[in-house]
């Protein structure tokens, strides 16, 4: 998926946001992206995954798998239990 296309349906649902926002990291953005607006979209979601998909490491461990995903600055460690 091109990134067009998730900026055109991220535009269309009402998520994204143009004008200088201040990021609770103090950081400054010339956008924002309301998640709320984008997940209760299925459309929407799907291509988030599908674009997410390939910064995501998956791995299964024993009755446990791990996903790794994130950026250098973002990232985030989930273990969750598969039931046996």
């Known amino acids: ?5 998730l900026v055109k349906l991220l ?3 009402g998520a994204i946001k143009f004008g200088k926002f ?7 953005s010339d956008y924002y992206i309301d998640i709320k ?3 209760s979209n299925p459309q929407v979601l799907k291509k988030i995954g ?3 998909a390939k910064y995501t490491l998956f ?9 790794f995903s ?4 973002n990232f985030t460690f989930i273990i969750s239990h598969l039931s046996k």
């Not at 994130?70 to 600055?73: R, V």
């Open 1 to 5: 998926m091109h990134k067009e296309e």
């Open 11 to 13: 535009k269309n649902c």
């Open 22 to 28: 201040v990021l609770t990291s103090g950081a400054v």
């Open 37 to 39: 607006k984008a997940n």
């Open 50 to 52: 599908e674009a997410l």
């Open 59 to 67: 791995f299964v461990i024993g009755n446990f798998s791990l996903v």
């Open 70 to 73: 994130g950026s250098i600055i």
